[in-house]
């Protein structure tokens, strides 16, 4: 009887033994957490997108470049085409100083440049040909000059903008004692300060 209890008492120890094996067994540790690694199509999206982005702020630039390349060469031809307009002479009939129809168109012609450019003056210069005294034909000259100026201003450009002055035949056009010659002499000519300002075109 004893003995069986003895037995009895190591099989329980046993088996408790064992139960705090089990529950001591320690718990495994959680497993790191992966570090994302970018692959090589990744790198490769991302190299090319910063490629496209260049690209197209260099298409932009170029695209504004040409622009202003195109507005200054646009603003040279105009201004180059308004100051023809301006400087173009008027003609006089022999021994007279009333504008002729040719005359007056030409010198419409300016108006609406002159409206739109308001900085720019004009001096006006007046001639004859060869035939007459020095002194009748500085003043045939200038009353040349001052027609010119009058017809102007009653188109709307301001008196201060105009000055006048007559050279009489001191600066012949054309050599020549015919009247061919003698036209080109008999005129009224137009300077403006070139002071670099650029031209703009009237509005229709």
């Not at 089990?22 to 490629?51: I, L, M, N, T």
Request: glycine share 6%.
């Amino acid at each position: 009887m004893t003995r069986r209890t003895t037995a009895l008492t190591f099989a329980l120890v046993l088996a408790a033994g064992g139960l705090d094996a089990c529950r001591k067994k320690p718990e495994p540790q959680p497993a790191p957490a992966a570090v994302p690694v970018a692959s090589a199509g990744e790198d490769h999206r991302e190299d090319s997108g910063a490629a496209m982005a260049k690209r197209r702020a260099d298409s932009i630039a170029a695209a504004n470049t040409a622009s202003v390349a195109r507005t200054e060469e646009e603003s040279k031809r105009t201004t180059a085409e308004m100051a023809q307009v301006l400087a173009q002479k008027v003609y006089f009939d022999y021994d007279r100083d009333v504008l002729r129809d040719d005359a007056r168109a030409a010198l419409d012609s300016k108006v609406p440049i002159l409206v739109a450019n308001g900085w720019v003056s004009l001096a006006i210069t007046g001639h004859t040909d060869e035939r007459g005294t020095a002194e009748y034909n500085l003043a045939l000259g200038q009353r040349r000059a001052a027609q010119v100026k009058r017809y102007l201003e009653g188109k709307g450009i301001t008196e201060n903008r105009m000055t006048t002055q007559s050279m009489g035949d001191s600066q012949p056009a054309a050599d020549g004692t015919d009247e061919a010659a003698y036209q080109l002499n008999r005129r009224a000519e137009f300077e403006f300060p070139s002071n670099g300002g650029a031209l703009v075109r009237p509005r229709p």
